[in-house]
């Protein structure tokens, strides 16, 4: 009948076929508009079908507008239907298999090169075994609503745990309204930067800095004013001469990429700053607890909490793939945020949001903290000693008290002309300052050396292939 | 010594409480710019501390620019501190515990209000053991690089999952290229609005639909062009009239909140539109698997896969708390999403990606839904049985065939004048059509009931509030 077959081997229903097919038949124009169909009862005789299959299909059909009944007369072909022009996508190539395979092969290739960028911390050594069942807990014992939308501004178990943790940690004092949790920091950038579109203008960097942050203020049309990074950070009295209101952004604890730490001074001077000019500072702390020698340095939100907003982040001290983040942000500013945290609509999974509150609650945050830092320095040391063994008096090491990253300077006059991009022909990849500066050429000795995703023998190799490339590129 | 005390009950470290005090005294000026410290041994032994711990402490206020040390001499209070201005803080009350107390009791009694609102699926039916069975299984034993950042597009497991699934319930055939990963469906709608910022300045909405699609698209300026929706769902012809380029937003499979089906000669319509204005459809495809007879409408993406962004969300046939759903995009958009999705710079948690893709592989979501079906004609039936009993022929019900809501409409003449924001007196929470709607007035003797996260006790009393709320208002 029509052509009709069916195909028992098939993954799908007898239904899903003959629909499939019906439809087909119709958007060709094989049947036609006002065509009346045999009964159901025929049709499934003739196919040896179940009746009932014949009427769950011709039910279907006639959802869908394909069909019509008419009572006491039979189903019909609806009017109305195009049947001139059949949209044939059905030769659409499901090519993609075979293509990904080639890139997985890429992949393999491109993992062999040694990253020594920064900012990744070691993904082996995420707590897989706790994680998971801090997850398995929540998603098995917490009430329902845990599965449903959720509060926009974050989970309040998380941000009750945060406010004590940061306490404890940082010595920040807030309470959960002013904590937002974001899927990372870069959400946190993205809402601050929306926050003030309508009222600043401008928004002072670093320079160097991380990129993905002049993107996000750079689309909003802010205009970007580098300030020169020194050896402890930011320069203070080069911001001081602009005497105008804006987003100062600063990544005190650490600077990256040039490891850095702003001396109280100039923190006292960048809080001076921005109450006169009305400014806000914008507090990047995204690996402050992985100094190596004493704890944390107390954030700039704690000098001055309502001229602060202090942007967090679960990825360097757990892992990006969780995607969890967070602000503190000034109590003054809490509406602004929650308006723009609706119209966005972007909500956090609060099921990990809660596991994360009861891991941190148990103490294994800290536990994964102290783990890493032990790990951390000894990759560093390891790192230093090799360095200076082969380079000498010709390098300087810089920015190595925190993190999982520190600069290596060459000698100006030496080094100067490297071509950092070819490094990738040596396996290795390194990303040098001139990437991460506004202002081009002054940088073009430094380099950033992450060590957070690699383990000794990768430090080992990875610093053989640098001095292979360093030597091969001086010589030319 | 300086009033220095240590208190070896407090849950901070002896060099956190050396710190913090050391540092207060500094800002205050009660220990002066230049002014010579102590040996730390003089400090340890006065303090009666471990010698060790008072180095610490002396290295981690260096570090952080409070104080200096020269060589042969001693340690000094830096210079350039600002000590006349201390900014306390530490006053700040960390209220919100009790504040919080009394937000819980009002959510309590929010708690005890039954809620219509339709798209919200049975939050206790969530598969919890199953799903947290996924989550430990791809934490535990995945590749490390889970835990990293991620292809900011999604994951390639979980896209190349989708194709084969959509395939198979949907008969969507695409290549895992053109699946991107977002979290929820709302995010779908934000990713595609920024697309077409720059090539678009209308975009057609369903009127009445709901209100978060109009904000995300007021807010990037586009002109919302209201199109009256029937019981056919979008009025075509009313589009047509236009004939200009824009995005169209439709919900073919089940119009939110009317319910209504696109049928097949309006699908190939509007489709024919897109065409030759070179626009582009938006479908939104929230629910449609929950099609309580037959199996799920085709989606317009399968009539023409170039014109049409397929929005979808795991929202509705798992969780909203998932935070996960995917765009099906024609190919020739892909760059753009790809450009969009790299500025804003937000991805999606690989591993509930995995978790999802091998839930989906084992067939996991086809049961899941399958249960919830059931689950859900059983609430509908009930629940319109309840309704006609009680009203009568004072009402008609539409939209009854998919998903987890109805449209409830009142006789006009008798029912236009309730105003349904006072049901909440009731212990009912009821959303008119009123408030979905663009032009006002038309809708008013029209409500939605929604019945995915009411229990059929629930669905008893909630009735009997609603025709208790109706009852009273009319004798007014």
Known sequence: MFGLKINRNLDLSLTRQLCDQLRELIEKGILKSGQRLPSTRKMADELQISRNVMVEVYEQLTAEGYLESIVGSGTYVSKNIVQDRYINNSKQIIKSRKEKKIEENLDIVNNDIIQFVGGIPDLKLFPRKLWSKYLK??????????????????????????TDYLFRVKGIQCNP?????????????????RVFTNKYKSVFVEDPTVNFIKTIFNKLNYHLKPITVDKDGMKIEDLEKYKQAGLILLTPSHQFPTGSILPIHRRQR????????????????????????????????????SRVIYVSTFSKNMSPGLRLGFLVIPTDLINDFRTVKNTLNIRTSTIKQRAMA????????????????????????????????????????QGDETGMHLQLEFL????????????EQYGIKIISFEEYSLIKGENKNKIVLGYGN?????????????????????KE
Not at 184 to 192: A, D, I
Not at 454 to 473: P, T
């Open 358 to 397: 009861y891991f941190i609650k148990d103490g294994h945050l800290d536990r994964q903290i102290y783990r890493m830092k032990k790990e951390y320095k000894k990759r560093r040391s390891y790192m230093i000693t090799l360095l200076s063994k082969k380079f000498g008096g010709d390098i300087t090491i």
């Open 177 to 193: 309204d002013q904590i937002i949790i974001t899927s990372g920091s870069s959400e946190g950038f993205m809402l601050t930067a």
């Open 270 to 305: 960048v809080i001076q700053i921005a109450e006169t000019t009305k400014s806000y500072l914008v507090e990047d702390d995204y690996d402050s607890e992985f100094r190596l020698k004493g704890v944390p340095i107390p954030p700039l939100q704690v000098l001055n909490s």
């Open 137 to 162: 807990n929540t998603v098995q014992n917490s009430t329902a609503d845990i599965f449903g939308y959720g509060d926009i501004l974050g989970d309040f178990e998380l941000r009750k745990t945060l």
């Open 412 to 423: 100006p006059e030496k080094y100067n002309l490297i071509n950092w991009n070819s490094a």
């Open 454 to 474: 690699l383990d000794l023998k990768n430090i080992k190799s990875g610093i053989n292939r640098l001095v292979e490339f360093v030597e091969d590129e001086i």
